[in-house]
């Protein structure tokens, strides 16, 4: 058996290690929203990069920046029937995607454009998979200083994460072969 003693101490060293544990734990959650929502956006371009080489026609990738939430727009099949014509022919529009709660856009944009902070902002990746350098760039409505910027390599397709705590966002830089 334990006497009182023993027990005593064993509680108050777990009491310890949760009172400087507990606190602490908070600081990872917004980090974990931030990279959950990061990284399914990255696969979704990654699945719609892949989408445009396969089937040799332009996806769209669109970014609700005011409401948090984002949807693929796939292009029109291009199977007329007798009583079509292209002008028949409509994108279909998958279900929005919201982020993370407590995630929002902060802005997205290219070189040539820069940086949109309000309506719908579209990725388009052509029939070869290539799209221009650009940035998606996430942010926590609880602490402003957390901002993780998405960059979009256009000719390699590569998405690149770069995470900031003190609010910086990437801004896109023009590049001569990949800002088209």
């Known amino acids: 058996g334990f006497t009182l003693m023993e027990l005593l101490v064993t509680l108050t060293i777990m009491a310890l290690a949760f009172a400087i544990v ?3 734990l908070g600081a990872f959650v917004p980090e974990a929203k931030l990279d959950g929502s990061a990284n399914r956006i990255t696969r ?8 445009a080489r396969i089937g040799a026609r332009p996806m769209h990738l ?19 029937s007798r ?7 409509e994108e279909r529009l998958d279900e929005w995607q919201y982020l993370e709660s407590g995630v929002v856009f902060a802005g997205a944009g290219d ?14 990746f052509d029939e070869y998979g290539f799209t221009a350098d ?6 926590l409505t609880s602490d402003e200083t957390m901002v993780w910027s998405l960059q979009i390599d256009g000719l390699s397709g ?16 023009a590049v001569n072969e990949g800002a088209f």
């Open 158 to 173: 590569r998405t690149r994460l770069e995470r900031s705590e003190s609010g910086e966002m990437v801004r896109p830089v």
């Open 111 to 124: 070189a040539n454009k820069g940086l949109a902070t309000s309506g719908v902002y579209r990725v388009t």
């Open 62 to 80: 669109e970014l609700d920046l005011r409401n948090a939430q984002w949807r693929v727009v796939w292009p029109p099949d291009q199977m007329l």
């Open 134 to 139: 650009q940035v998606v760039v996430l942010k």
């Open 44 to 51: 979704t371009l990654d699945r719609i990069r892949s989408e």
């Open 22 to 24: 507990v606190p602490n």
């Open 83 to 89: 009583d079509q014509d292209l002008s028949t022919l």
